[in-house]
T-cell receptor, first 114, second 115 residues
Framework: EPEVTQTPSHQVTQMGQEVILRCVPI?????FYWYRQILGQKVEFLVS????????KSEIFDDQFSVERPDGSNFTLKIRSTKLEDSAMYFC????????????FGPGTRLTVL | AQSVTQPDIHITVSEGASLELRCNYS??????LFWYVQSPGQGLQLLLK??????LVQGIKGFEAEFKRSQSSFNLRKPSVHWSDAAEYFC?????????????FGTGTLLAVQP
């Protein structure tokens, strides 16, 4: 069964450093998402991406964040200058062609900012 | 504003007992409703979803959920819990239409299963 994959599984970085989190969505999917889950809190929407552009972003997704689909398979989330409060589990998700499709989630990348 | 409430943060049940996890949503239009399960260190796995039609939906692992529009609820049930069901359960709502259909999650219910 096709699945969403994410790398790395755990990333440790120093405050102020740039990080790139990588995702490989399911191959024929068209809608891509990033969510995050701070430890002990709920999963929060960050950004959605469709047709090579951001379709919606949350208040969390400020100028420090960017997303890119550099080729036909990868979907990346970049944090330019990490803060302590960016420490969280970051989930990538993808969805197929129609509104009623399900979002399939990857296993997540745990980001720890020191 | 769209929101999802899961009033039970932590529930403990005995193996073989029945289970009901509560979920209430606030959404101005026709909602799409989901239950996801997260095992420790794992991603989010879809248990079941409701888009339209029959208000009682069946999912994987023997779970079911009932959509009650009048109560704005989408409670998850299982008649007999297994030890492997211990996990965190998230209810989520998504809107119809548009390219986004972002998911709005509740705070989750952590299920513990006693032998």
């Amino acid at each position: 069964e096709p699945e969403v994959t994410q790398t790395p599984s755990h990333q440790v970085t120093q405050m102020g450093q740039e990080v790139i989190l990588r995702c490989v969505p399911i191959s024929n999917h068209l809608y891509f998402y990033w969510y995050r889950q701070i430890l002990g809190q709920k999963v929060e929407f960050l950004v959605s991406f469709y047709n090579n552009e951001i379709s919606e972003k949350s208040e969390i997704f400020d100028d420090q964040f960017s997303v890119e689909r550099p080729d036909g398979s990868n979907f990346t989330l970049k944090i330019r200058s990490t803060k302590l409060e960016d420490s969280a589990m970051y989930f990538c998700a993808s969805k197929g062609r129609v509104n009623t499709d399900t979002q399939y989630f990857g296993p997540g990348t745990r980001l720890t900012v020191l | 504003a769209q929101s999802v409430t899961q009033p039970d943060i932590h529930i403990t049940v005995s193996e073989g007992a029945s289970l009901e996890l509560r979920c209430n949503y606030s959404y101005g239009a026709t909602p799409y409703l989901f239950w996801y399960v997260q095992s420790p260190g794992q991603g989010l796995q879809l248990l079941l979803k409701y888009f339209s039609g029959d208000t009682l939906v069946q999912g994987i692992k023997g779970f079911e959920a009932e959509f009650k529009r009048s109560q704005s609820s989408f409670n998850l049930r299982k008649p007999s819990v297994h030890w492997s069901d211990a996990a965190e359960y998230f209810c989520a709502v998504a809107g119809y239409g548009g390219a986004t259909n972002k998911l709005i999650f509740g705070t989750g219910t952590l299920l513990a299963v006693q032998p």
